[in-house]
């Protein structure tokens, strides 16, 4: 049996409006997750992955508005919830970890202010019992002797440990849903890989659902289990994290996948994309993609393709699909 | 192969000075710690570590960018760590660098052509002779003549990327310096700058030493790696021995923990245990021994040094790795 999907996202549109037009930063993104399930979305600058976790949250400031679309959160739709009951479930039911840690904390004021702060600001409990949490939450990432730790600023951590005071923030309310936007791309590789299998293991105590957000494969490879690539504010292909690798379907997934350096003895030259992503404002008409696929087709400069589920559970946006069907059907 | 640049127990301390009217040096951040490497002609070497080993330190002392305290870097076998004024601008026409960050390092007030043409002005080329050069390696690296009377805010990240590289090479150098050219790209431009840096490579018969932190792209482009530790090199041998045959803990601990992009593949970590120690106070004997997870009692006391670990010039500084000494052949 399935369980009920906790978030859904259906045909968001997240748009700002600027003088020189309007810039489409998510356009239409759709997906579920469910409890201790980790969603992966992956995309290169510009691609609308953080935009759709801003939007989530509620974040979006002026010029940008969710032009259409619809945020469900346990049945309730979030797009329209008041500013106060949004703030009740920031930091508490959905919360979230940045990617710079230094940025995202407060660097006048200690680490335990900040914890207390959050904690009372959910929680009825007083000042004491905030403090206990907060060790007790420091301890849980890992920070040794947590309880003298907290009387410290930021600045006083190194950039992993920062990052662990980050998630322990995230988690200080037990939230069902964890938003991490590249969470270890400022981190070394070794830090990067305590980092990351400090999430999987607070995933399974906790319970939690974690929407990943990398730039990274490796990453996603690692830690996921079902991933959406984006492109220019659009899905372009969703699917289970092996069928992913295993059968990429989408141009662009495999532009990215021969991207990457692989260490093998036998070097083969990279096969980059060509080009370069395209100007948001000024998309051009068909699939966003067309102008730097090596497989478009004359069509593909005019119709915008529709998300197929080309097999199961393996969604594509793609023309070179649809042509298959029409194939396999006439 | 000749040895193009040799560099010999390299060291550079930055002094940390007390408060107080007449500030006093109180210690020293040993950010490059006796580095001693040797750069073939027309090698690539690879320089990884994590933030603040040392390596950008070793990169800049390279070209005296930075004053080295102490030791030697001899260039086509002259120390050039002492050179100074005239002399020291003569090399730098054969010794260039490309610097990390596309946005920082390209002067935003000049157009990109005065920006290729710069160094070629600083070294006397005539005018004329400017004019075809910035053409011709824009057009080498990807760009178009149009491209020149235009200002950097008007290129992306990767194009930027490209900019710098023309700038590098109009001056014929031998040896670039390439202080982490590709981290701040994304991966699918990142591919093509890495693809752009082999073609130049080979067309201009060009030495690299390429600094970066990330392993793949390392071991792509690299003949032989060197990797760094708290400013000192723990190991360097050829890419593929290398990476096969970790000897020493910290490069096994350091390519395990690369994610790789195959989710059928659960890796064994190796999980090293807290922070990188500050530079400015080590810890005494081995460097790693504080975050090892071999470390014995004479790795607390006795400091390693670099030692043949296996054929192929694969060297180590570890206590428990034997030594293996080649037979002269």
Known sequence: ?330 | MTTLLEVNNLKKHFPIKGGGIIPRKVGAVKAVDGVSFKVRKGETLGLVGESGCGKSTTGRSILNLINPSEGEVLYKGQDISKLKGEKLRKLRQDIQIIFQDPYASLNPRMTVEQIIEEPMKAFNIPKKERAEKVEYFLNKVGLSSYHKHRYPHQFSGGQRQRIGIARALTVNPELIICDEPVSALDVSIQAQVVNLMEDLQKEFDLTYIFIAHDLSVVHHISDRVAVMYLGEIVEVGEVDELYSNPKHPYTQALLSAIPEANPHKKKERIMLEGDLPSPSNPPEGCKFHTRCPFAEEQCRVKHPDLKSVAAGDHQAACHLVKEVVEEPV
């Open chain 1, 1 to 330: 049996m399935e369980q009920e999907p906790i978030l859904s996202v259906s045909n968001l549109h997240t748009q700002f409006h600027t003088k020189s037009g309007i810039v489409k930063a998510v356009d239409g993104v759709s997906f579920d997750i469910r409890p201790g399930e980790t969603l992966g979305i992956v995309g290169e600058s510009g691609s609308g992955k953080s935009i759709t976790a801003m939007s989530i949250m509620r974040l979006i400031k002026d010029p940008g508005k969710i032009a259409k679309g619809d945020i469900m959160f346990k049945g309730e739709s979030l797009l329209s919830k008041s500013n106060r009951e949004m703030r009740a479930i920031r930091g508490d039911r959905i919360s979230m970890v940045f990617q710079d840690p230094m940025t995202s904390l407060n660097p006048v004021f200690t680490v335990e202010k900040q914890m207390v702060e959050t904690i009372r600001a959910h929680r009825n409990v007083s000042k004491k019992q905030a403090v206990d949490r907060a060790v007790e939450l420091l301890d849980l990432v890992g920070i040794p002797s947590a309880r003298s730790r907290l009387k410290s600023y930021p600045h006083e951590f190194s950039g992993g440990m920062r990052q662990r005071v980050m998630i322990a923030l995230a988690l200080s309310c037990d939230p069902e849903v964890l938003i991490a936007d590249e969470p270890t791309t400022a981190l070394d590789v070794t830090i990067q890989a305590q980092i990351l299998e400090l999430l999987q293991r607070l995933q399974k105590e906790l319970g939690m659902a974690i929407i990943m957000i990398t730039h990274d494969l490796g990453v996603v490879a690692e830690v996921c289990e079902r991933v959406m690539v984006m492109y220019a504010g659009k899905p372009v292909e969703f699917a289970h994290v092996h069928e992913l690798f295993d059968h990429p379907k989408h141009p662009y997934t495999w532009g990215l996948i021969g991207s990457i350096p692989k260490i093998v003895k036998e070097k083969v030259r990279l096969e980059p994309i060509q080009g370069l992503p395209p100007d948001l404002r000024a998309l051009p008409k068909g699939c966003s993609f067309a102008p730097r696929c090596k497989h478009a087709m004359d069509q593909c400069l005019e119709v915008d393709p529709a998300l197929l589920e080309e097999s199961d559970n393996h969604h594509v946006r793609c023309l070179l699909y649809e042509e298959k069907e029409k194939v396999v059907t006439s």
